[in-house]
T-cell receptor
């Protein structure tokens, strides 16, 4: 598997439900970032978590990081139809190299 | 807000042509990046630059070159376009030096088709 690999590849939920996406990686990182991409647009940064942090919140977003398991999760609570998008994790090494995963496509049905 | 502008949203070129993709950012960022995005392959880094006239190869630099003559502008050049370079190209910028842990700001992408 590649560095920064998201799971699942696709997720479909009803409005109001929570959505959880996971990211696994292989090498040591300096920080991990989550991005969102609406169809046909560029990526928008959502949240950054440093390697010495375990959890971070931003509005309806909650990110966790487990460096022992080399994994991260993104939780979107009380999802809305407008959350429909692709979500990517990016791992950044101490050398500054960034690697993006393939993304999770989230569909939120109204 | 940071604005990263890519010159074209859609571009159609012919095999063998020299193609220029332009990217401009307005926040005085040191770092700029070019990625290509293909289904099932995610974003792959082609080249990046951490200063004017500086460039570093990314993961897939073959068939591409870049130019950064001014801090705000980073150009991607396809010397002789081939059909396997049909893709979505994304430009990004970020603040600080090569060891940046700052977020990247992306343009809306250029969907390039090589016929």
């Amino acid at each position: 598997s590649q560095q920064g690999e998201e799971d699942p590849q696709a997720l479909s939920i009803q409005e109001g439900e929570n959505a959880t996406m996971n990211c696994s990686y292989k090498t040591s990182i300096n920080n991990l970032q989550w991005y969102r991409q609406n169809s046909g647009r560029g990526l928008v940064h959502l949240i950054l978590i440093r390697s010495n942090e375990r959890e971070k919140h931003s509005g309806r977003l909650r990110v966790t990081l487990d460096t022992s398991k080399k994994s991260s999760s993104l939780l979107i609570t009380a999802s809305r139809a407008a959350d429909t998008a692709s979500y990517f994790c990016a791992t950044i090494t101490n050398a500054g190299k960034s690697t993006f995963g393939d993304g999770t496509t989230l569909t939120v049905k109204p | 807000d940071v604005k990263v502008t890519q010159s074209s949203r859609y571009l159609v070129k012919r095999t063998g042509e020299k193609v220029f993709l332009e990217c401009v950012q307005d926040m005085d960022h040191e770092n700029m990046f070019w990625y290509r995005q293909d289904p099932g392959l995610g974003l792959r880094l082609i080249y990046f630059s951490y200063d004017v006239k500086m460039k570093e190869k990314g993961d897939i630099p073959e068939g591409y070159s870049v130019s950064r003559e001014k801090k705000e502008r980073f150009s991607l050049i396809l010397e002789s376009a081939s059909t396997n370079q049909t893709s979505m190209y994304l430009c990004a910028s970020s603040v600080s030096g090569i060891y940046s842990n700052q977020p990247q700001h992306f343009g809306d992408g250029t969907r390039l088709s090589i016929l």
